[in-house]
């Protein structure tokens, strides 16, 4: 298959997947209520807590870390671009946390990538990604901030990336993954510096 016509599909598919709502479309079906005019106006798993509870708040990011992971491994499956420096599952990690903050099914509104950012994480090193999730979880659980936790964990990723000795398509990834996330919490960051944050309870 021509080069442009796998990138492009890989593209096209992963941005569709990342946009899937499914913290938006748990909420309504059990609810009936719009999640982005709730909380934050986030889509991800953090602002479904503030609905329905820590029970649907893994659920979703669970459901949300599939979602980044699937166009990864189907890359990494499928695709022959680029296949030595891992170029087709980057281009196709980049593309779902882009549909997972711009959903195409919201009018190009969404969630914070992060869970959906750590499966992407996963998929490509397990080792690398299933060390940041535990590190944002205990961040988190010890200073109650989820952005905290989010932010640390994920500037933290290619670093780790580095050290395991994983190809230089996934460290610059993680690099500009992990500014782009810092960028769409940047409301978060305000609040922390002016001491009004939200805390998991």
Not at 43 to 68: E, H, M, Q, S, Y
Not at 70 to 89: K, R
Not at 138 to 144: A, E, F, L, Q
Not at 185 to 190: A, D, G, Q, S
Request: net charge positive; charged share 10%; proline share 2%.
């Amino acid at each position: 298959m021509n080069l442009f016509i796998q990138l492009g599909l890989t593209i096209i598919l992963a941005y569709l997947i990342g946009s899937i709502p499914t913290g938006y479309i748990i909420v309504k079906s059990k609810t009936g209520e719009d999640l982005r005019q709730i909380g934050s106006g986030s889509t991800g798993a953090t602002n479904v807590k503030r609905v329905l509870g820590k029970k649907w708040f893994f659920i979703v990011l669970l459901l949300d870390a599939f979602k980044g992971a699937l166009p990864v491994v189907l890359a990494q499956l499928f695709v022959t671009v680029g296949v030595t420096y891992g170029l087709a599952p980057v281009i196709a990690a980049i593309a779902v946390i882009i549909g997972h903050s711009k959903s195409c099914f919201l009018n190009f509104k969404g969630g914070k990538s992060v869970a959906s950012g750590v499966g992407t994480i996963l998929a490509l090193n397990f080792l690398v990604g299933a060390i940041i999730a535990v590190i944002w979880a205990i961040i988190t659980y010890t200073t109650k901030y989820v952005s905290v936790g989010s932010i640390i964990a994920l500037l933290i990723s290619p670093i780790l990336m580095y050290v395991f000795h994983a190809p230089i398509a996934y460290v610059c990834y993680c690099a500009l993954g992990a500014i782009y996330i810092v960028y769409l919490h940047r409301e978060n960051i305000k609040r922390l510096i002016a001491g009004n944050e939200n805390k998991v309870r």
